[in-house]
């Protein structure tokens, strides 16, 4: 009770004060048509102008929803699209090839760590054995190849991107036959190395390179990068072919893996004629 005399005593003309001056206020407005349409207008701008910025706010906790939502569908798209491509649909087989059980299924998932400035980068994605996942996969973004898992726990993996010098993808010259093996020097993150092209190939510069399919990880025709530079170093009979990689490794946020429905059967195919040859 003391202390609310005290605060009275500090506050109460104060609080009196503004008490008069809200009770002028509403007579003034509720009296007087002209201050009541001023007092009206004043009120909508405001109230409008918080409106809109608690619009701005809700819709800002939303779009990470809807933008989720979206890549989900991208995904799903993209095992269509692959499907279509693989089974070399006309519009009057396109009703057809979507019905039929695709090869390649696209999901989608986050990236929650991105290690990009090491020779042996790492990324890590929101995804897991929980949901499909294992090591080999193909992990994969709009713009082109990532890289594939390398170890999966119950929620997350981690992946082993292009950007790694322990890693190799088979990469083929868009439009023809040749293709070799994608390796990281481990100098800069936007270029990457082709080895094993034959120095009679055709190819010029700023041709684009995609995965060649000869994996059952990478599906066929995935984008990789264009050639930047390329020689044949002395003594050998092959190319090695400088690419600037399509994919901008620092800012990606979100990715697709990659399920080969067939992955196991040809694997088992490929241990049996090793074994064969044992």
């Not at 202390?3 to 009770?23: C, K, N, P, S, Y």
């Not at 929650?112 to 949901?131: D, E, M, P, T």
Request: proline residues 3%; charged residues 20%; negative net charge.
């Amino acid at each position: 009770m003391r202390r609310w005399d005290e605060f009275l005593g500090h506050f109460g003309t104060v609080l009196l004060f503004i008490a008069l001056q809200l009770f002028c206020l509403y007579l003034i407005v509720q009296f007087n048509e002209r201050q009541r349409n001023i007092f009206n207008h004043t009120s909508l701008l405001f109230s409008s102008a918080i409106e809109n910025k608690y619009q701005s706010w809700a819709q800002y906790f939303q779009l990470k929803e809807e933008i989720d939502e979206i890549h989900q569908r991208n995904a799903e798209l993209k095992t269509r699209l692959r499907q279509v491509r693989r089974e070399g649909s006309t519009d009057a087989m396109l009703e057809d090839s979507l019905s039929a059980k695709p090869c390649f299924v696209y999901h989608s998932a986050d990236i929650i760590r991105n290690q990009v400035s090491s020779r042996y980068n790492h990324l890590i994605i929101n995804a897991g054995r929980n949901q499909g996942l294992k090591e080999g996969m193909a992990i994969l973004c709009d713009r082109g190849i990532i890289g594939q898992t390398d170890y999966c726990t119950g929620q997350y993996c981690s992946v082993l991107p292009i950007i790694n010098v322990q890693s190799a993808v088979s990469a083929m010259i868009s439009g023809s036959d040749y293709f070799g093996q994608l390796t990281w020097d481990g100098r800069h993150v936007q270029r990457a190395q082709l080895e094993g092209v034959p120095k009679h190939a055709q190819f010029t510069v700023g041709d684009t390179l995609v995965s060649s399919g000869y994996s059952t990880v990478f599906p066929p025709g995935e984008l990789i990068g264009t050639i930047r530079d390329f020689d044949v170093p002395q003594g050998s009979n092959f190319y090695y072919i400088v690419v600037d990689l399509f994919v901008d490794f620092p800012s990606l946020r979100q990715v697709y893996w990659v399920e080969n429905k067939n992955q196991d059967e040809v694997l088992s195919i490929m241990q049996e004629s090793d074994y064969g040859q044992d």
